[in-house]
C-alpha cells in the first residue's frame, strides 16, 4: 500500500496475507509499519491526497473484494487526542 500527499511526499507498507482464506476477514496496517518512500520524504497522514493498492496473487483467477479503506487512530494518539480534550471540560464546570 502507497499514501502519497502528493508527488513528491509518500509512505509505503507491505502487507502478506496467508492463502487460503475463505470467508471475509479484516486486515489492519499500523501507521508504524509505512517507511518513508517519497523523494522530499513522507507522506503526511493528516493531508492524503492518493492511496495505491498493488495486489499481487500467487493463482490467476483469484477473487478479491475491498469493501473500504479506514483510518482508526491508534491508542497513543487517541490517548493523546483525550488528555488535550480534559482542560476544556475542566473550564465548563
Known sequence: MEVWTDSNYMSDA???LPGGIFSPVDY????T?????????PADFSN?????LDINV????TDLQIDYIK???EP???LLLILGCLPVLRRKR
Request: no cysteine; hydrophobic share 40%.
Open 33 to 41: 509499519s509505512f517507511v518513508s518512500s517519497g523523494s522530499s520524504g
Open 71 to 73: 483510518a482508526t487512530p
Open 14 to 16: 507491505q502487507l502478506n
Open 58 to 61: 500467487q493463482y490467476p483467477g
Open 28 to 31: 489492519e496496517i499500523l501507521f
Open 76 to 78: 497513543a494518539t487517541l
Open 48 to 52: 492524503v491526497g492518493m492511496i495505491v
